[in-house]
């Protein structure tokens, strides 16, 4: 059977430049798409940007810009972003190229034709900020201005001819489907916010806008233009061709395995979009993951609120594995998390400077001096040994499984647990008093190697460049990287070469004030 991972990030508005938030859910996805590839799988992972719409409209006359001609600028910042954060993304779509249009037109034909489309007028609340409809009810006064209270942005009245999708016709079906597949919406509490929503009745949906002119328009009606939602769900079609089901890509990857999103968009992908395509007779994505925010301070990071971080700083001042790897280890996934530089430096400095670094260079340096620079012949492994090799094996069908469910937390800290052993073993064995029992000498050395191997396919998801370069100690390509070669404890070759490497993390010096 073809193992086949579809994985997407949301498509991303480029009104401004990328921050914290985007780079957070795009390594996220980087480090599921590697671990599914380093375990066999074809791996199709999306993202991109989402360019039509009022918010991107407005922000374009600000600049006195065309909006294309602004979207073709700030698109490839996130284009130079999913470089400079070393994902390994096989696409990356932009809603105003062509085959999104075509794809995004074919969907309306479909549901018109199906009968889930009808003309209607609109009137009542718009967030331009969120491209959102709020009811009366989920609308607040501050400051003499109209906000929503679920995402604090203000709203704007609108009056208008517009199309509306029957989302009410799909509200039992909705219902019935989570409840048929209890982990299509995860978090679970977040998946019962959603029932929850549904369960009070869904309005239909205005899928289209009159009044301004920047986006793809309703097929035989160009007076309308799509509701920029509909527009942009449709990404993770297009990006397999559709509407062309026969295609390649399309057979192999749709249903899509995850759509990653942040909990800010849960109503959009777990609602409208399992709607549309329930409407369409088009399977449902597997999961809809939302994941929590970024903070600064106790709000949401976010450039309408103009508090953002800028990735690129972080990476230029401490490198793009060490922000990997804190985003995955102290930011509890699924749970809202703020950034903290300090506590960046200390897993800089603890975890990946001493309890990996070092551990690769201490083995390295060892067995240069005491083993000529080769794996060693061992002897028998011992109990310790054992315990230690077999954590892995044991281990691997659990990590796969807590994957599978986006349980990040599980997975890291198997991770830090494993280097804490390893460190722990090396010292506790002393192999440097065992000069007069060179078997068993040998038997630890190779024990700790065969160790550093498997930990650096453990991390390879996480910290991928390093962990590039920490296989050269075992002249070890990334081609060689996969989890089936885990659970092998003879996989070095008895006197193949080992080599010392360059100091793969330098510590931060933190001066006291
Ligand atoms: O909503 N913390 O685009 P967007 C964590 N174009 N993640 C964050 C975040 C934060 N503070 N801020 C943003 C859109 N994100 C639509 C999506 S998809 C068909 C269309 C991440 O530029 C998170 O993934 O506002 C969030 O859902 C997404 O960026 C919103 O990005």
Not at 255 to 265: C, E, F, R, T, V
Not at 440 to 456: A, D, G, M, Q, W
Request: proline share 4%; with cysteine; hydrophobic share 35%.
């Amino acid at each position: 059977m073809d193992k086949n991972f579809y994985i997407t990030t949301p498509i991303f508005y480029p009104s401004a430049k990328p921050h914290m938030g985007h780079a957070y859910t795009s390594i996220i996805a980087d480090v599921i798409a590697r671990f599914k590839r380093i375990d066999g799988f074809n791996v199709h992972f999306l993202t991109g940007t989402d360019e039509h719409g009022l918010k991107i409209q407005r922000a374009a006359e600000k600049k006195n810009m065309e909006p294309l001609l602004f979207c073709n600028e700030i698109s490839k910042s996130f284009r130079q972003l999913a470089k400079t954060l070393n994902l390994s993304n096989t696409d990356f779509i932009r809603t105003t190229e062509k085959r999104h249009i075509k794809s995004v037109q074919h969907l309306w034909s479909l549901l018109e034709k199906n009968g889930d489309i009808y003309l209607s007028k609109y009137s009542g609340w718009y967030s331009v900020s969120d491209e959102a409809y709020y009811s009366d009810d989920e609308i607040n006064t501050k400051d003499n201005k109209k906000i929503s209270t679920i995402s604090g942005s203000t709203v704007e009245w609108v009056e208008e001819e517009s199309f509306f999708f029957r989302l009410s016709k799909w509200q039992d079906k909705l219902l019935e489907y989570y409840k048929n597949n209890p982990n299509f919406i995860l978090p679970e509490s977040r998946k019962n916010e959603v029932i929850s929503f549904v369960k009070n009745g869904l309005k239909d949906l205005s899928i289209s806008r009159k009044s301004f002119s920047w986006g793809i328009k309703v097929p035989n009606n160009d007076k309308h233009i799509i509701y920029v939602w509909l527009d942009a769900l449709t990404n993770y079609l297009s990006a397999l061709d559709y509407p062309s089901t026969e295609s390649d890509l399309y057979k192999k990857f749709w249903p899509a395995s995850i759509h990653l999103i942040g909990k800010d968009i849960l109503r959009f992908h777990a609602i409208y979009w399992p709607a549309f395509l329930l409407a369409a007779n088009i399977p449902l994505p597997s999961r809809i993951y939302g994941h929590g925010w970024i903070l600064s301070g106790d709000e949401k990071m976010s450039k309408s609120k103009g508090n953002i971080l800028d990735p690129l700083e972080i990476i230029d001042k401490y490198g793009v594995d060490p922000l990997r790897y804190y985003l995955i280890k102290e930011v509890s996934f699924g749970n809202d998390g703020s950034i903290s530089k300090e506590r960046l430096e200390n897993c800089i400095n603890s975890d990946l400077a001493n309890n990996f670094g070092n551990l690769c260079q201490r083995v390295t340096v060892f067995n240069e001096k005491n083993c000529s620079s080769i794996v060693p012949e061992k002897g028998d492994f011992n109990k310790e040994d054992l315990q230690l090799l077999d954590n892995f094996s044991n281990n691997i069908n659990i990590i796969r499984n807590e994957i599978d469910k986006q349980n990040i937390n599980f997975y890291i800290e198997f991770i830090v647990n494993s280097l804490f052993d390893a460190n722990k073993y090396f010292n506790d064995q002393e192999p440097w008093k065992k000069k007069n029992d060179i078997k068993r000498l040998n038997t630890i050395i190779f024990t700790s190697l065969e160790v550093i191997r498997k930990i650096c396919i453990m991390l390879y998801p996480i910290i991928p460049e390093s962990i590039i370069k920490s296989l050269k100690i075992f002249n070890l390509k990334e081609m060689d990287i996969n989890f089936s070669s885990i659970s092998n404890h003879n996989y070095l070759k008895v006197k193949s070469k080992i080599n010392k490497i360059d100091i793969l993390f330098k510590k931060i010096e933190k001066v006291n004030d």
